[in-house]
């Protein structure tokens, strides 16, 4: 338990007595929370900093020889910019490690300027003893929310910082004012943004008459087209593939809409729109072949139905191996072994079971070949050998190619199929939950609304399919007919998590870290050497994509 600050929590104002209780509760330390507090990397040319950086100017001009900074902090609280008029405050700051890149949230500084007005939403106040950790106890700070004036969310926090005693209440509607300034700026951004996505509408209207959809953080415009070939649930996958697409120009993904029509969907990004996104839909039959490099599992999977040999199929669990694995014996009878079965079977009469299925005609199938002991995976290099021609299938976990070569079968296996885990399908969602609640309820009337699969498409999906079939069953067991919205699914995938908001390149580095975390089975040191990147600089990227742990 951690020991707590000097001063007693009946000495507090309310607010800040509430905020002392957070900051415990987070497991603060007092004494040395600022050590283990993370660092981030900061885009000097996010809207937020272009749009504070003349009314950041203007103040260190007004302020000069108060002895007083002007600190700006990013929605998370992690300081993006930081001005000091006098030496000795800017020395005292860099003392205690407030510098550009620190993350000072509450669960991580305790009460302070920056993470306390996030944390409540509005302006706030702390002197002195009213910091929970004791290296801020020395400061004055006036912290201010700053909002983005179009989707009303927290898009930073500007504070002034200053020695205890050099404390003065006229600071704080100077912040105030100081404050609009940027929010006003940022309407002013985010119109140009809007002036180029309808530009960018406008343009696309006048070469074709197809349907086509616009996508910004907060506007979608669709033309006549569109609307008729839509329905509601489509717009949450568009939205879904249109901010989470790949960090490039363009690019074409398959997509099946609910009301069962198959198109193509080809994605520009709008120039000087943040992640603004153009799709343009056409029919599949009428649309051009997939673009170079475009991996469709699903295709590759119905090409090796049938066909002889050893094919291994790899994914995360709950991504469908076993099913992909029925795709391919394609209706013909088999004979299945599974790895897990080891500890009840005994690698003998395990060995013993490979070798009599390996001599019939079935298809045989052996899951989970990467649990299998050296051993086993021996034998089972020297069976696939013999069975030549005849086929088989063997499943694996995530990355089939690495376990194909880490376990001695990449010479005995002609193709290896990645399956890829739920979170990246979004744009196959829709027809995934008709699918799966039409199995699991024939016939049933639900109807799925575009808010409700949106939600569904923000999720992680850790346990992939089986997760999703999981919670389908839970929403069609208290639902038989009429639209499902987001108040029927369970509770804690109602809300839209963090990672709903992330642009296509943040989207590629959380993916990244959560990869080298199960890689690693969550040890971070390892993470971090296995990304390049210092263990500091992977915490702080774990905080601000929303990566658990």
Same mark, same amino acid.
């Given at each position: 338990?951690?020991?707590?600050?000097?001063? /007693?929590?009946?000495?507090?104002?309310?607010?800040?007595?509430?905020?002392?209780?957070?900051?415990?509760?987070?497991?603060?330390?007092?004494?040395?929370?600022?050590?283990?507090?993370?660092?981030?990397?900061?885009?000097?040319?996010?809207?937020?900093?272009?749009?504070?950086?003349?009314?950041?100017?203007?103040?260190?001009?007004?302020?000069?020889?108060?002895?007083?900074?002007?600190?700006?902090?990013?929605?998370?609280?992690?300081?993006?910019?930081?001005?000091?008029?006098?030496?000795?405050?800017?020395?005292?700051?860099?003392?205690?490690?407030?510098?550009?890149?620190?993350?000072?949230?509450?669960?991580?500084?305790?009460?302070?300027?920056? /993470?306390?007005?996030?944390?409540?939403?509005?302006?706030?106040?702390?002197? /002195?003893?009213?910091?929970?950790?004791?290296?801020?106890?020395?400061?004055?700070?006036?912290?201010?929310?700053?909002?983005?004036?179009?989707?009303?969310?927290?898009?930073?926090?500007?504070?002034?910082?200053?020695?205890?005693?050099?404390?003065?209440?006229?600071?704080?509607?100077?912040?105030?004012?100081?404050?609009?300034?940027?929010?006003?700026?940022?309407?002013?951004?985010?119109?140009?943004?809007?002036?180029?996505?309808?530009?960018?509408?406008?343009?696309?209207?006048?070469?074709?008459?197809?349907?086509?959809?616009?996508?910004?953080?907060?506007?979608?415009?669709?033309?006549?087209?569109?609307?008729?070939?839509?329905?509601?649930?489509?717009?949450?996958?568009?939205?879904?593939?249109?901010?989470?697409?790949?960090?490039?120009?363009?690019?074409?993904?398959?997509?099946?809409?609910?009301?069962?029509?198959?198109?193509?969907?080809?994605?520009?990004?709008?120039?000087?729109?943040?992640?603004?996104?153009?799709?343009?839909?056409?029919?599949?039959?009428?649309?051009?072949?997939?673009?170079?490099?475009?991996?469709?599992?699903?295709?590759?999977?119905?090409?090796?139905?049938?066909? /002889?040999?050893?094919?291994?199929?790899?994914?995360?669990?709950?991504?469908?191996?076993?099913?992909?694995?029925?795709?391919?014996?394609?209706?013909?009878?088999?004979?299945?072994?599974?790895?897990?079965?080891?500890?009840?079977?005994?690698?003998?009469?395990?060995?013993?079971?490979?070798?009599?299925?390996?001599?019939?005609?079935?298809?045989?199938?052996?899951?989970?070949?990467?649990?299998?002991?050296?051993?086993?995976?021996?034998?089972?290099?020297?069976?696939?050998?013999?069975?030549?021609?005849?086929?088989?299938?063997?499943?694996? %976990?995530?990355?089939?190619?690495?376990?194909?070569?880490?376990?001695?079968?990449?010479?005995?296996?002609?193709?290896?199929?990645?399956?890829?885990?739920?979170?990246?399908?979004?744009?196959?969602?829709?027809?995934?939950?008709?699918?799966?609640?039409?199995?699991?309820?024939?016939?049933?009337?639900?109807?799925?609304?575009?808010?409700?699969?949106?939600?569904?498409?923000?999720?992680?999906? %850790?346990?992939?399919?089986?997760?999703?079939?999981?919670?389908?069953?839970?929403?069609?067991?208290?639902?038989?007919?009429?639209?499902?919205?987001?108040?029927?699914?369970?509770?804690?995938?109602?809300?839209?998590?963090?990672?709903?908001?992330?642009?296509?390149?943040?989207?590629?580095?959380?993916?990244?870290?959560?990869?080298?975390?199960?890689?690693?089975?969550?040890?971070?040191?390892?993470?971090?050497?296995?990304?390049?990147?210092?263990?500091?600089?992977?915490?702080?990227?774990?905080?601000?994509?929303?990566?658990?742990?």
């Amino acid at each position: 338990m951690h020991e707590c600050p000097t001063q /007693g929590p009946s000495s507090l104002r309310a607010e800040i007595e509430l905020s002392w209780r957070r900051a415990r509760l987070g497991g603060v330390a007092p004494h040395n929370a600022l050590e283990r507090a993370a660092f981030a990397d900061v885009d000097p040319a996010s809207r937020l900093v272009v749009a504070a950086r003349p009314v950041l100017d203007e103040m260190a001009e007004q302020l000069r020889g108060t002895r007083f900074c002007t600190i700006l902090g990013d929605s998370s609280a992690t300081i993006v910019d930081r001005r000091c008029d006098s030496a000795t405050v800017e020395y005292a700051l860099d003392r205690i490690g407030a510098v550009t890149g620190r993350h000072f949230a509450e669960d991580s500084a305790g009460t302070n300027g920056l /993470g306390t007005p996030v944390e409540v939403g509005r302006g706030m106040v702390v002197h /002195g003893g009213e910091h929970y950790v004791e290296a801020l106890k020395p400061f004055s700070c006036y912290g201010h929310p700053i909002f983005n004036p179009v989707t009303r969310r927290i898009a930073g926090v500007l504070d002034i910082t200053g020695i205890t005693k050099d404390a003065n209440p006229l600071l704080a509607p100077f912040l105030v004012r100081a404050v609009r300034d940027i929010e006003r700026r940022l309407l002013e951004g985010a119109r140009q943004s809007e002036r180029r996505l309808l530009s960018a509408f406008q343009t696309a209207m006048r070469e074709r008459s197809g349907p086509v959809v616009v996508f910004g953080a907060d506007v979608v415009l669709m033309n006549q087209a569109a609307t008729d070939l839509l329905d509601a649930a489509d717009h949450g996958v568009l939205r879904a593939l249109a901010l989470d697409g790949p960090d490039r120009d363009a690019w074409t993904r398959s997509l099946t809409l609910g009301s069962g029509a198959d198109v193509r969907v080809l994605a520009e990004r709008i120039p000087g729109a943040g992640d603004g996104t153009l799709l343009r839909l056409a029919p599949l039959a009428a649309a051009p072949g997939p673009s170079a490099g475009e991996f469709d599992p699903l295709r590759q999977l119905a090409a090796l139905r049938g066909a /002889g040999g050893a094919v291994l199929i790899g994914g995360e669990p709950g991504s469908g191996r076993t099913r992909a694995a029925q795709a391919v014996v394609g209706g013909r009878g088999s004979r299945v072994l599974d790895a897990t079965d080891l500890p009840v079977l005994g690698e003998h009469a395990w060995a013993r079971r490979l070798a009599d299925y390996a001599e019939r005609d079935d298809v045989l199938v052996v899951e989970e070949v990467h649990l299998l002991p050296d051993v086993l995976r021996a034998r089972l290099v020297r069976t696939l050998t013999a069975r030549g021609d005849r086929p088989t299938v063997l499943t694996g %976990p995530a990355d089939a190619r690495s376990t194909l070569e880490t376990a001695g079968l990449a010479s005995t296996c002609r193709a290896a199929v990645e399956l890829p885990p739920l979170r990246a399908r979004a744009v196959e969602l829709p027809s995934l939950v008709k699918e799966m609640v039409e199995k699991i309820r024939p016939g049933s009337r639900v109807r799925f609304t575009s808010s409700a699969v949106a939600a569904l498409a923000a999720q992680p999906w %850790p346990g992939n399919l089986r997760e999703l079939e999981t919670v389908l069953r839970q929403v069609v067991g208290h639902r038989t007919t009429g639209d499902v919205v987001v108040s029927d699914l369970p509770p804690q995938y109602r809300a839209v998590p963090k990672t709903a908001n992330l642009g296509g390149r943040e989207r590629a580095e959380r993916a990244a870290i959560v990869e080298a975390l199960r890689d690693t089975d969550g040890n971070k040191v390892q993470a971090a050497r296995r990304l390049g990147v210092s263990r500091t600089t992977l915490y702080s990227r774990m905080r601000a994509l929303g990566v658990p742990g």
